[in-house]
Each structure stands twice: as structure tokens, then as C-alpha cells.
């Protein structure tokens, strides 16, 4: 925060910061300058807490989904030719190609598959590819879990809200928080654990799916009941 003049109010400069950084997505970015400003003009942190703690339940329970879905997105630049899995690869067999893929950032492997899905469409060195990540199978890697945003309009897919709060918003809050001494880990530990389907990493068929109504004789409740 800079300061012109003692008697007028702060004017805030993020300056490398995810408030300024084009690699994050929206949302992190929008919270992080909340936070900050926050913390500058009202250092409270039981305010501070309690805001945190709720914009997490927030993302959880789909608020951003149906609000500002492209919040989610990430835009980060390619470059090929500069990773250590760039190389021939025509010796190369099925599985071996595959761990190269893991390899590679995000952003590059949803630009392979754009190239595979499109010829044409052949990322530029330094072009910004936008993707969102999604819940898959449990332990799937981040590679499985990479989709192109256009995907939402699928209507079949659930953003990780997980992997949004735990990789990228409390990390980046952290970076700040953490010189006065709190860590916002534990307060986001702290958060009651509930059942709602979009907080808990689904361990089955039915955690992917939502069963409205009897198949046979369209009754509502569970299947089985039917």
C-alpha cells in the first residue's frame, strides 16, 4: 500500500503479486486484493478469519459456478521447444509418452490436445491457453484433471474447488499472512467438514452421479428405492 500523503487513504499497488500476475485465475486474484486490502486498512484478523473461512465455503458449496464460472480460468503461456520432454519421441512407446505428458505444465498439455483434437490449431511460443481444472477418479493426476473451459458448457463436469482453495487462493494468502504470525492453513483445518458433493473427492460411480428419480417408474428418491 502506498501512502501520498498521511492524511488521505491508502491506494493499493499490488506489485508482483497474484493481483497483478496473469498466470493465476480470477478468482484468486479478485480474493487476493480482498484480503490484502483488508488486512492494510482493518488489520482484525477475527474479521479476517471469518471472511477467508467464508469465501472457502463459498467456492465449496458452488457459489462462483453459478455467479462467475470463468473465474476459474487459468491463461498461462506455452512454450515449446523449452521443456525437458521436447525431444524425438519416434522410439518412443505408448507409456513412456504418456509420463512425458505428466511432464509438461498444464497449460501445454491442454495445448497438445487442442493440436491433436485440431491440427490447425497449433499453440504460438509464449500464447496464453486457457483451462480450468476438474474432479476426476481419485489419485488421478493433475494432467487427467485439465480441461479446456469450454467444457463447462457440458453441463457434466464439476470444477475441483479443491484443488482451487488448497493450491492456489490459501497459498497465495499465506505468502502475506504468514510475516504476522497466522497461518491460514489451520483455519481453513478448522472448517466443519461437510457432506456437500462438491467438498468431498468422489470414491465411486455414485459420487458422480445424482439420482433424481426412479429409471422405471420415475418415482423420486434413490434408485434402489424404486
Not at 474479521?47 to 462467475?68: M, V
Not at 495445448?111 to 477418479?137: F, L, N, T
Request: charge should be neutral; proline fraction near 6%; charged fraction near 25%.
Amino acid at each position: 500500500r502506498r501512502w501520498d500523503n498521511p492524511s488521505k487513504t491508502g491506494q493499493y499497488e499490488g506489485k508482483g503479486v497474484e493481483t497483478v500476475r496473469r498466470d493465476g485465475c480470477p478468482l484468486v486474484r479478485s480474493l487476493f486484493k480482498q484480503t490484502a486490502e483488508m488486512l492494510f486498512t482493518q488489520p482484525n484478523m477475527t474479521r479476517l478469519r471469518s471472511f477467508i473461512q467464508g469465501e472457502c465455503l463459498k467456492i465449496i458449496n458452488g457459489f462462483y459456478d453459478e455467479t462467475d464460472p470463468a473465474s476459474f480460468i487459468f491463461s498461462r503461456a506455452v512454450r515449446f521447444g523449452t521443456y525437458a520432454s521436447d525431444r524425438d519421441d519416434e522410439e518412443d512407446d505408448q507409456e513412456q509418452a504418456g509420463r512425458r505428458t505428466s511432464t509438461l505444465p498444464p497449460a501445454a498439455v491442454v495445448a497438445q490436445w487442442r493440436m491433436r483434437r485440431d491440427k490447425r490449431d497449433v499453440a504460438e511460443y509464449g500464447e496464453r491457453i486457457p483451462y480450468i481444472v476438474i474432479y476426476q477418479k481419485p489419485d488421478s493426476l493433475l494432467t487427467d484433471c485439465l480441461r479446456v473451459p469450454e467444457a463447462l458448457l457440458e453441463g457434466h463436469i464439476s470444477i475441483n474447488h479443491i484443488y482451487y482453495i488448497t493450491k492456489h487462493f490459501l497459498p497465495s494468502i499465506n505468502r502475506m499472512i504468514l510475516l504476522t504470525g497466522v497461518d491460514v492453513q489451520q483455519w481453513w483445518n478448522s472448517l466443519p467438514k461437510t457432506t456437500n458433493r462438491s467438498y468431498a473427492l468422489p470414491h465411486g460411480l455414485d459420487d458422480f452421479v445424482i439420482k433424481r428419480e426412479c429409471v422405471v417408474c420415475r418415482n423420486p428418491g434413490d434408485v434402489q428405492d424404486g
